[in-house]
Protein backbone atom coordinates (compact mmCIF):
# COMPACT_ATOMS: atom_id res chain seq x y z
CA UNK A 1 0.00 0.00 0.00
CA UNK A 2 1.11 3.45 -0.76
CA UNK A 3 2.20 5.74 2.16
CA UNK A 4 -0.94 8.12 0.89
CA UNK A 5 -2.96 5.21 1.18
CA UNK A 6 -2.03 4.33 4.29
CA UNK A 7 -2.60 7.93 5.51
CA UNK A 8 -5.97 7.76 4.26
CA UNK A 9 -6.82 4.43 5.97
CA UNK A 10 -5.59 5.53 9.08
CA UNK A 11 -5.33 9.00 9.53
CA UNK A 12 -4.78 8.11 13.10
CA UNK A 13 -1.04 7.86 12.00
CA UNK A 14 -0.59 10.70 9.45
CA UNK A 15 2.60 12.67 10.40
CA UNK A 16 2.10 15.61 12.75
CA UNK A 17 4.04 18.56 10.82
CA UNK A 18 5.36 21.50 13.14
CA UNK A 19 3.23 23.94 11.50
CA UNK A 20 0.89 23.41 8.42
CA UNK A 21 0.69 26.76 6.51
CA UNK A 22 -1.81 24.86 3.46
CA UNK A 23 -4.04 23.91 5.95
CA UNK A 24 -4.34 27.44 6.50
CA UNK A 25 -4.44 28.93 3.39
CA UNK A 26 -7.42 26.55 2.32
CA UNK A 27 -9.55 28.24 5.29
CA UNK A 28 -8.89 31.65 3.19
CA UNK A 29 -7.78 30.36 -0.60
CA UNK A 30 -10.86 32.34 -2.38
CA UNK A 31 -10.92 35.68 -0.30
CA UNK A 32 -6.52 35.83 -0.53
CA UNK A 33 -6.48 35.03 -4.34
CA UNK A 34 -8.87 38.09 -4.89
CA UNK A 35 -6.67 40.04 -2.97
CA UNK A 36 -3.73 38.99 -5.38
CA UNK A 37 -5.88 39.60 -8.68
CA UNK A 38 -6.91 42.74 -7.21
CA UNK A 39 -3.72 44.17 -6.77
CA UNK A 40 -2.48 42.37 -10.24
CA UNK A 41 -4.91 44.17 -12.17
CA UNK A 42 -3.54 47.47 -10.86
CA UNK A 43 -0.16 46.38 -11.55
CA UNK A 44 0.55 48.35 -8.38
CA UNK A 45 3.16 46.90 -6.37
CA UNK A 46 5.50 49.06 -4.27
CA UNK A 47 3.89 50.57 -0.99
CA UNK A 48 0.37 52.29 -2.04
CA UNK A 49 -3.30 51.98 -0.50
CA UNK A 50 -2.49 48.45 0.67
CA UNK A 51 0.35 49.00 2.58
CA UNK A 52 -1.23 52.46 3.94
CA UNK A 53 -4.15 50.42 4.79
CA UNK A 54 -2.28 47.43 6.61
CA UNK A 55 -0.52 50.34 8.25
CA UNK A 56 -3.41 51.79 9.81
CA UNK A 57 -4.91 48.84 10.67
CA UNK A 58 -1.98 46.90 12.21
CA UNK A 59 -1.47 50.63 13.97
CA UNK A 60 -4.73 49.90 15.73
CA UNK A 61 -4.24 46.32 16.56
CA UNK A 62 -0.95 47.24 18.69
CA UNK A 63 -2.50 50.69 19.71
CA UNK A 64 -0.02 52.37 18.49
CA UNK A 65 0.00 55.77 16.97
CA UNK A 66 1.80 55.01 13.77
CA UNK A 67 2.85 51.90 12.01
CA UNK A 68 5.23 51.58 9.28
CA UNK A 69 5.77 48.81 7.10
CA UNK A 70 9.52 47.42 5.78
CA UNK A 71 10.68 44.34 3.58
CA UNK A 72 11.13 41.89 6.68
CA UNK A 73 11.92 41.97 10.65
CA UNK A 74 15.35 42.01 10.51
CA UNK A 75 15.02 45.62 8.10
CA UNK A 76 12.44 46.45 11.24
CA UNK A 77 15.22 45.95 13.54
CA UNK A 78 17.92 48.17 11.31
CA UNK A 79 16.08 50.74 10.45
CA UNK A 80 14.86 50.74 14.50
CA UNK A 81 18.68 51.46 15.31
CA UNK A 82 19.37 53.97 12.42
CA UNK A 83 16.37 56.22 13.19
CA UNK A 84 17.69 56.40 16.62
CA UNK A 85 21.16 57.42 15.59
CA UNK A 86 22.91 54.20 16.88
CA UNK A 87 26.00 53.20 15.17
CA UNK A 88 29.85 52.91 15.67
CA UNK A 89 31.31 53.03 19.15
CA UNK A 90 27.59 52.49 20.86
CA UNK A 91 26.21 49.98 22.81
CA UNK A 92 22.81 48.01 22.60
CA UNK A 93 22.24 45.22 25.19
CA UNK A 94 20.35 42.12 24.32
CA UNK A 95 19.76 38.31 24.80
CA UNK A 96 21.86 35.80 23.63
CA UNK A 97 19.31 33.28 23.40
CA UNK A 98 17.25 34.70 20.54
CA UNK A 99 16.64 34.46 16.65
CA UNK A 100 20.16 35.38 14.40
CA UNK A 101 19.08 38.74 13.76
CA UNK A 102 17.99 40.55 16.84
CA UNK A 103 22.19 40.61 17.37
CA UNK A 104 23.29 41.02 13.41
CA UNK A 105 21.21 44.10 12.81
CA UNK A 106 23.16 45.76 15.72
CA UNK A 107 25.71 44.83 14.13
CA UNK A 108 24.98 45.71 10.89
CA UNK A 109 24.72 49.40 11.63
CA UNK A 110 28.38 49.09 12.92
CA UNK A 111 26.66 48.52 17.08
CA UNK A 112 28.03 46.35 19.50
CA UNK A 113 25.60 44.20 20.87
CA UNK A 114 25.89 43.86 24.63
CA UNK A 115 24.54 40.18 25.70
CA UNK A 116 23.36 39.43 29.17
CA UNK A 117 21.66 36.41 30.57
CA UNK A 118 17.90 35.12 30.13
CA UNK A 119 15.61 34.39 33.12
CA UNK A 120 15.20 30.71 33.06
CA UNK A 121 11.47 30.43 33.45
CA UNK A 122 10.40 32.82 30.71
CA UNK A 123 13.43 32.51 28.46
CA UNK A 124 13.51 35.99 27.88
CA UNK A 125 15.77 39.06 29.25
CA UNK A 126 17.08 39.41 32.72
CA UNK A 127 16.32 42.72 34.10
CA UNK A 128 18.78 42.67 36.34
CA UNK A 129 21.70 41.19 34.22
CA UNK A 130 20.55 44.37 31.75
CA UNK A 131 20.95 46.88 34.80
CA UNK A 132 24.02 45.52 35.45
CA UNK A 133 24.89 46.05 31.79
CA UNK A 134 24.80 49.73 31.47
CA UNK A 135 27.52 51.82 30.48
CA UNK A 136 28.36 54.88 29.44
CA UNK A 137 28.47 53.47 25.47
CA UNK A 138 24.71 52.16 25.80
CA UNK A 139 22.31 53.71 24.20
CA UNK A 140 19.39 51.35 23.40
CA UNK A 141 17.77 47.90 24.85
CA UNK A 142 16.86 45.49 22.70
CA UNK A 143 14.63 42.61 24.27
CA UNK A 144 13.05 39.95 22.75
CA UNK A 145 9.51 38.93 23.06
CA UNK A 146 10.67 35.22 22.59
CA UNK A 147 8.06 32.55 21.66
CA UNK A 148 5.15 35.08 22.14
CA UNK A 149 5.36 36.14 25.80
CA UNK A 150 6.66 39.72 26.45
CA UNK A 151 9.88 40.26 28.09
CA UNK A 152 9.21 41.64 31.38
CA UNK A 153 9.05 45.42 30.40
CA UNK A 154 8.73 47.17 33.81
CA UNK A 155 11.94 46.47 35.36
CA UNK A 156 13.49 46.84 31.58
CA UNK A 157 12.04 50.58 31.33
CA UNK A 158 13.00 51.60 34.70
CA UNK A 159 16.36 50.96 33.80
CA UNK A 160 16.00 52.11 30.50
CA UNK A 161 14.29 55.57 32.26
CA UNK A 162 17.37 55.88 34.52
CA UNK A 163 20.30 56.12 31.69
CA UNK A 164 17.98 57.85 28.99
CA UNK A 165 17.79 54.76 27.18
CA UNK A 166 15.26 53.87 23.76
CA UNK A 167 14.18 50.56 24.08
CA UNK A 168 13.38 48.59 20.64
CA UNK A 169 11.10 45.73 21.02
CA UNK A 170 11.92 43.25 19.02
CA UNK A 171 8.73 41.74 18.69
CA UNK A 172 8.60 39.09 15.54
CA UNK A 173 7.43 36.88 17.48
CA UNK A 174 4.78 38.40 19.90
CA UNK A 175 2.27 40.40 17.57
CA UNK A 176 -1.23 40.47 19.40
CA UNK A 177 0.73 39.52 22.72
CA UNK A 178 -0.08 42.43 25.82
CA UNK A 179 2.09 42.87 28.82
CA UNK A 180 0.31 44.91 31.69
CA UNK A 181 -2.75 44.62 29.16
CA UNK A 182 -0.41 46.68 26.58
CA UNK A 183 0.30 45.33 23.70
CA UNK A 184 3.75 44.62 21.90
CA UNK A 185 4.40 47.23 19.69
CA UNK A 186 3.81 49.80 22.33
CA UNK A 187 6.22 48.56 25.17
CA UNK A 188 9.11 50.29 23.63
CA UNK A 189 10.10 53.22 21.56
CA UNK A 190 9.92 51.58 18.53
CA UNK A 191 8.51 48.00 18.00
CA UNK A 192 9.61 45.68 15.06
CA UNK A 193 7.23 42.69 13.81
CA UNK A 194 8.30 39.87 11.40
CA UNK A 195 5.59 38.59 9.03
CA UNK A 196 8.16 35.43 8.01
CA UNK A 197 5.60 32.92 6.75
CA UNK A 198 5.96 30.95 10.25
CA UNK A 199 4.80 33.92 12.41
CA UNK A 200 1.77 34.37 13.38
CA UNK A 201 1.02 36.83 11.17
CA UNK A 202 2.43 35.23 8.34
CA UNK A 203 2.95 36.99 4.80
CA UNK A 204 3.63 35.00 1.43
CA UNK A 205 7.15 35.89 1.90
CA UNK A 206 8.87 38.38 3.54
CA UNK A 207 7.66 41.41 5.02
CA UNK A 208 7.84 43.40 8.16
CA UNK A 209 6.58 46.61 10.32
CA UNK A 210 7.73 49.01 12.65
CA UNK A 211 5.42 51.24 15.79
CA UNK A 212 5.86 53.96 17.57
CA UNK A 213 4.21 56.99 19.00
CA UNK A 214 6.89 59.14 18.21
CA UNK A 215 5.96 61.60 15.24
CA UNK A 216 9.64 62.27 14.52
CA UNK A 217 10.55 58.73 14.31
CA UNK A 218 7.68 57.71 11.89
CA UNK A 219 8.98 59.95 9.46
CA UNK A 220 12.24 59.28 10.13
CA UNK A 221 11.40 55.70 9.89
CA UNK A 222 9.36 56.67 6.30
CA UNK A 223 12.29 58.29 4.62
CA UNK A 224 14.41 55.67 6.18
CA UNK A 225 12.68 52.92 4.25
CA UNK A 226 13.44 54.84 0.85
CA UNK A 227 16.85 55.49 0.15
CA UNK A 228 16.39 58.39 3.00
CA UNK A 229 14.63 60.62 -0.09
CA UNK A 230 12.03 62.75 1.17
CA UNK A 231 10.22 63.34 -1.91
CA UNK A 232 11.33 64.27 -5.42
CA UNK A 233 14.72 62.50 -4.99
CA UNK A 234 16.01 64.47 -2.49
CA UNK A 235 17.74 62.86 0.03
CA UNK A 236 18.23 64.01 3.43
CA UNK A 237 20.23 60.87 4.28
CA UNK A 238 21.51 57.10 3.35
CA UNK A 239 18.98 55.05 3.86
CA UNK A 240 17.79 51.15 2.94
CA UNK A 241 15.17 50.28 -0.07
CA UNK A 242 13.34 48.52 2.08
CA UNK A 243 9.76 48.33 1.10
CA UNK A 244 6.66 46.05 2.01
CA UNK A 245 5.08 44.59 -1.10
CA UNK A 246 1.30 45.94 -1.81
CA UNK A 247 0.96 42.17 -2.45
CA UNK A 248 2.02 41.01 0.89
CA UNK A 249 0.04 43.86 2.23
CA UNK A 250 -3.09 42.72 0.68
CA UNK A 251 -2.42 39.04 1.85
CA UNK A 252 -1.87 40.59 5.28
CA UNK A 253 -4.95 42.51 5.79
CA UNK A 254 -7.21 39.48 4.70
CA UNK A 255 -5.03 37.39 7.15
CA UNK A 256 -5.06 39.77 9.99
CA UNK A 257 -9.24 39.42 10.34
CA UNK A 258 -8.30 35.82 11.80
CA UNK A 259 -5.23 36.49 13.85
CA UNK A 260 -7.45 36.90 17.02
CA UNK A 261 -9.27 33.84 16.27
CA UNK A 262 -5.75 31.92 15.54
CA UNK A 263 -4.25 33.01 18.73
CA UNK A 264 -7.04 32.01 21.28
CA UNK A 265 -7.18 28.26 19.25
CA UNK A 266 -2.95 28.46 20.02
CA UNK A 267 -3.47 29.07 23.64
CA UNK A 268 -6.46 26.61 23.71
CA UNK A 269 -3.94 24.18 22.54
CA UNK A 270 -1.17 25.25 25.20
CA UNK A 271 -3.36 24.54 27.78
CA UNK A 272 -4.10 21.17 25.91
CA UNK A 273 -0.79 20.78 26.57
CA UNK A 274 -0.16 21.64 30.24
CA UNK A 275 -3.27 19.80 31.48
CA UNK A 276 -2.32 16.80 29.14
CA UNK A 277 1.45 16.40 30.93
CA UNK A 278 -0.09 17.22 34.02
CA UNK A 279 -2.41 14.47 34.06
CA UNK A 280 0.27 11.93 33.01
CA UNK A 281 2.29 13.38 35.84
CA UNK A 282 5.23 14.08 33.24
CA UNK A 283 5.55 17.43 35.09
CA UNK A 284 9.24 16.45 36.68
CA UNK A 285 10.16 15.38 33.11
CA UNK A 286 8.68 18.27 30.83
CA UNK A 287 8.62 21.97 32.25
CA UNK A 288 5.88 23.44 30.01
CA UNK A 289 6.47 27.51 29.12
CA UNK A 290 5.51 29.50 32.43
CA UNK A 291 3.64 32.76 31.43
CA UNK A 292 3.93 35.87 33.77
CA UNK A 293 0.82 36.69 35.84
CA UNK A 294 1.01 39.95 33.82
CA UNK A 295 1.48 38.64 30.24
CA UNK A 296 -1.05 37.87 27.52
CA UNK A 297 0.99 35.11 25.65
CA UNK A 298 0.39 34.54 21.91
CA UNK A 299 2.44 30.88 21.71
CA UNK A 300 4.46 31.25 18.27
CA UNK A 301 6.21 28.55 19.56
CA UNK A 302 5.26 26.12 22.40
CA UNK A 303 8.72 25.46 24.04
CA UNK A 304 9.22 22.78 26.57
CA UNK A 305 12.25 22.07 28.58
CA UNK A 306 13.12 18.77 29.19
CA UNK A 307 16.62 17.71 31.27
CA UNK A 308 19.87 17.84 30.00
CA UNK A 309 20.91 14.66 27.94
CA UNK A 310 17.04 13.51 27.75
CA UNK A 311 16.28 16.29 24.53
CA UNK A 312 17.70 13.57 21.94
CA UNK A 313 16.03 10.77 23.33
CA UNK A 314 12.74 12.95 23.11
CA UNK A 315 13.45 13.79 19.45
CA UNK A 316 14.40 10.57 18.62
CA UNK A 317 10.91 9.35 19.62
CA UNK A 318 9.27 12.23 18.12
CA UNK A 319 10.62 11.32 14.83
CA UNK A 320 9.71 7.71 14.87
CA UNK A 321 6.15 9.11 15.57
CA UNK A 322 6.52 11.53 12.86
CA UNK A 323 5.83 14.37 15.43
CA UNK A 324 7.23 17.81 13.69
CA UNK A 325 9.38 19.08 16.27
CA UNK A 326 12.20 21.89 16.33
CA UNK A 327 15.04 23.37 18.67
CA UNK A 328 15.25 27.20 19.21
CA UNK A 329 17.84 27.96 19.23
CA UNK A 330 20.15 25.32 19.30
CA UNK A 331 23.59 27.68 19.39
CA UNK A 332 23.08 31.03 21.68
CA UNK A 333 23.97 33.92 19.89
CA UNK A 334 27.72 34.38 21.75
CA UNK A 335 28.92 31.68 21.25
CA UNK A 336 28.48 32.17 17.34
CA UNK A 337 31.25 31.97 14.96
CA UNK A 338 30.95 35.67 13.13
CA UNK A 339 30.16 37.31 16.73
CA UNK A 340 33.83 35.50 17.88
CA UNK A 341 35.68 39.05 17.95
CA UNK A 342 33.21 40.14 20.54
CA UNK A 343 35.21 37.89 23.13
CA UNK A 344 32.41 35.92 25.12
CA UNK A 345 33.17 32.25 26.47
CA UNK A 346 31.51 29.47 26.97
CA UNK A 347 29.83 29.47 30.30
CA UNK A 348 29.05 32.75 30.59
CA UNK A 349 25.49 32.74 29.95
CA UNK A 350 24.65 29.55 31.80
CA UNK A 351 20.64 30.03 31.31
CA UNK A 352 21.11 30.97 27.95
CA UNK A 353 23.43 28.16 27.13
CA UNK A 354 21.24 25.53 29.37
CA UNK A 355 18.39 26.91 27.67
CA UNK A 356 19.57 26.13 24.08
CA UNK A 357 20.31 22.33 25.06
CA UNK A 358 16.94 21.47 26.65
CA UNK A 359 14.42 23.40 25.07
CA UNK A 360 12.58 21.91 22.35
CA UNK A 361 9.49 23.12 20.30
CA UNK A 362 6.16 20.95 19.30
CA UNK A 363 3.30 21.98 17.07
CA UNK A 364 1.08 24.52 18.65
CA UNK A 365 -0.55 26.06 15.00
CA UNK A 366 -4.11 27.14 15.32
CA UNK A 367 -5.29 24.59 13.06
CA UNK A 368 -3.87 21.72 14.61
CA UNK A 369 -6.64 20.17 16.11
CA UNK A 370 -7.17 17.69 19.27
CA UNK A 371 -7.05 14.64 17.20
CA UNK A 372 -3.41 15.70 16.38
CA UNK A 373 -2.48 17.28 19.56
CA UNK A 374 -3.16 13.87 21.15
CA UNK A 375 -0.56 12.18 18.66
CA UNK A 376 1.63 14.76 19.97
CA UNK A 377 0.87 14.00 23.56
CA UNK A 378 0.69 9.98 23.27
CA UNK A 379 4.10 10.36 21.53
CA UNK A 380 5.85 12.22 24.29
CA UNK A 381 3.94 10.29 26.58
CA UNK A 382 5.82 7.13 25.07
CA UNK A 383 9.17 8.55 25.43
CA UNK A 384 8.71 9.05 28.92
CA UNK A 385 6.98 5.85 29.57
CA UNK A 386 4.15 7.59 31.02
CA UNK A 387 1.52 5.00 29.51
CA UNK A 388 3.37 1.94 29.63
CA UNK A 389 5.87 1.95 32.52
CA UNK A 390 9.19 1.83 29.66
CA UNK A 391 10.41 4.93 29.22
CA UNK A 392 12.77 5.27 25.63
CA UNK A 393 14.37 8.06 28.13
CA UNK A 394 16.39 7.05 31.42
CA UNK A 395 14.06 8.90 33.55
CA UNK A 396 15.79 11.09 36.49
CA UNK A 397 12.96 10.99 38.75
CA UNK A 398 14.13 7.02 38.91
CA UNK A 399 17.55 7.42 39.18
C1 LIG B 1 11.75 36.12 12.73
C2 LIG B 1 12.55 36.93 13.67
C3 LIG B 1 13.28 38.04 13.25
C4 LIG B 1 13.53 38.38 11.81
O1 LIG B 1 12.42 38.54 11.04
P1 LIG B 1 12.52 38.32 9.43
O2 LIG B 1 11.22 38.85 8.95
O3 LIG B 1 12.71 36.88 9.20
O4 LIG B 1 13.66 39.14 8.94
C5 LIG B 1 13.91 38.81 14.21
N1 LIG B 1 13.85 38.49 15.51
C6 LIG B 1 13.16 37.43 15.96
C7 LIG B 1 13.11 37.16 17.42
C8 LIG B 1 12.51 36.60 15.05
O5 LIG B 1 11.84 35.53 15.51
Not at 191 to 219: E, I, R
Amino acid sequence: MSQAILQMTFPENAPVPLIDLVEQFETQRDEIMEVVERVFSKQGFILGEEVAGLENEIASYCDSRFAIGCASGTDALVLALMALDIGPGDEVITTPFTFFATASSIVRVGATPVFVDIDPQTYNLDPAAVAAAVTSRTKAIMPVHLYGQCADMQPIWRVAVRHGLAVIEDAAQAIGARYDNRSAGVLGTIACFSFFPTKNLGGAGDGGMLATDDPDLNARLRRLRVHGDVGRYDHVEVGLNSRLDALQAAVLRVKLRKLAEWTEARRANAARYEQAFASMGLQGEITTPYTQPQNYHVYNQYCVRVHDGQRSALMDQLKTSQIGHAVYYPAPLHLQTCFKSLGYQQGQFPEAERASREIIALPIYAELGEARQQRVIRAVGKAFGAETGRSTIPLRRAA
